[in-house]
Each structure stands twice: as structure tokens, then as C-alpha cells.
T-cell receptor, first 117, second 111 residues
Framework: GAVVSQHPSWVICKSGTSVKIECRSL??????MFWYRQFPKQSLMLMAT?????????EQGVEKDKFLINHASLTLSTLTVTSAHPEDSSFYIC?????????????FGAGSRLTVL | SQQGEEDPQALSIQEGENATMNCSYK?????LQWYRQNSGRGLVHLIL?????REKHSGRLRVTLDTSKKSSSLLITASRAADTASYFC???????????FGTGTLLAVQP
């Protein structure tokens, strides 16, 4: 089945630094990937839709300059948290659709836990 | 934006019992999906029900959809300790595959 890989699975960084999280579709091409954020014991909040070869579409209230998304190929999207602060500490999860008959079903990565000190 | 509300927020049952979770949403949808998340992990797709369907089964899972009430329910029959997880409903309503998730139900199945 479709597999989405996220890296790193966890990262600790100092306040003010930038952190990049990668999301790869391993056995399928994904023109669209989605980035979610999840705080402890809460639901997933959609941050943005990553579109291959074009700008990402951000949800209302998400700072595009804070959360930079690049979808340079059909199998890779990256999320960069710029000038991270402790309030950015969260679980970031990406997802993608393998298309075809399963076009409406998303495959999720295992998530990346960010802790900003 | 948060689309769905789920209840209960938490549910604790004994192994072998059935578990029912409910989801309500606000806008029109193309389909509604249920996902499972083990603690600190990614999500796994369980089942999808389209807006023109009323009920769907998959193994021990039964999903209903009432578009007039904008609600759905997930029933897990003969629960097992391994079913312990958080369960989320998610709605797809637009031209993209964007999913908006509900608040989730934390299910604990006691052995």
C-alpha cells in the first residue's frame, strides 16, 4: 500500500532556530500533500495544502512566512518552521493521496514531534 | 478550521463490549472518513462513507451517515484491547482531498 515517510520523527531545537521537516511519498507520486499540526490530546488542525510546482495554500490564521512549505517534486514536500519559539512545539503530520480509486483517502506519515527550548 | 465535534471525548469499555462514537459536522460533504491514531503516531484510515450512502461495514466496523442531521457514528463491535486508540472523523467537502478533522474520541478497552 501507499507509504508516506516523515523525517525527522522528533527534533529538539533552541528558540530562534529554524527546523525543516521532510515528507516523502515512497511508492507513489503526490501532486498534493497536506500538513497538519496537533497539540497534545487535541485534534489535527490543517495548516496548509502543499502543491507540487506552485505555492502552498495556507489555512486561515497560519503564517506563511513562519511555516515555509516547498513541494519541489512529486514525492517530496518540506515544512520549515522559521525562527521557532516554544509555542511552536507540536506534533506535525503530513499526508498525501495516492490518487486513483483511493483518491479521497489520505495516507499519513508517522509525524514529527518538535520541541523548542 | 475545526469541522466536526465528536462525542464522547473519552470512552472506557471492557473487552468484548461494543464501542460507539458519534461525529457531527457543519457543512455539506462529499464523503466522511474515520481514522485511528495510536498515541504519538500517525493516522490510519479505517473507513470511508460517501454522502449518498447511509451505512457501511468493514470487518468489526460499522459506520452510519445521516446527512440531514450532519452526523455520523462509528461502531466497533466485540472490542479488543488492541482497539485502544484515538478515533477521528474527517470530512471532505471540496474539490481537493483536503480533510477537516473532528475533535476525536479517546477509546480505552480494558482487558
Amino acid at each position: 500500500g501507499a507509504v508516506v515517510s516523515q523525517h525527522p520523527s522528533w527534533v529538539i531545537c533552541k528558540s530562534g532556530t529554524s527546523v525543516k521537516i521532510e515528507c516523502r511519498s515512497l511508492d507513489f507520486q503526490a501532486t498534493t500533500m497536506f500538513w497538519y499540526r496537533q497539540f497534545p490530546k487535541q485534534s489535527l488542525m490543517l495548516m496548509a495544502t502543499s502543491n507540487e510546482g506552485s505555492k502552498a495554500t495556507y489555512e486561515q490564521g497560519v503564517e506563511k512566512d513562519k511555516f515555509l512549505i516547498n513541494h519541489a517534486s512529486l514525492t517530496l514536500s518540506t515544512l520549515t518552521v522559521t525562527s521557532a519559539h516554544p509555542e511552536d512545539s507540536s506534533f506535525y503530520i503530513c499526508s498525501a493521496s495516492s490518487g486513483g480509486r483511493g483518491a479521497n483517502v489520505l495516507t499519513f506519515g508517522a509525524g514529527s514531534r518538535l520541541t523548542v527550548l | 478550521s475545526q469541522q466536526g465535534e465528536e462525542d464522547p471525548q473519552a470512552l472506557s469499555i471492557q473487552e468484548g463490549e461494543n464501542a460507539t462514537m458519534n461525529c457531527s459536522y457543519k457543512t455539506s460533504i462529499n464523503n466522511l472518513q474515520w481514522y485511528r491514531q495510536n498515541s504519538g503516531r500517525g493516522l490510519v484510515h479505517l473507513i470511508l462513507i460517501r454522502s449518498n450512502e447511509r451505512e457501511k461495514h468493514s470487518g468489526r466496523l460499522r459506520v452510519t451517515l445521516d446527512t440531514s442531521k450532519k452526523s455520523s457514528s462509528l461502531l466497533i463491535t466485540a472490542s479488543r484491547a488492541a482497539d485502544t486508540a484515538s478515533y477521528f472523523c474527517a470530512t471532505n467537502g471540496g474539490a481537493t482531498n483536503k480533510l477537516i478533522f473532528g475533535t476525536g474520541t479517546l477509546l480505552a478497552v480494558q482487558p
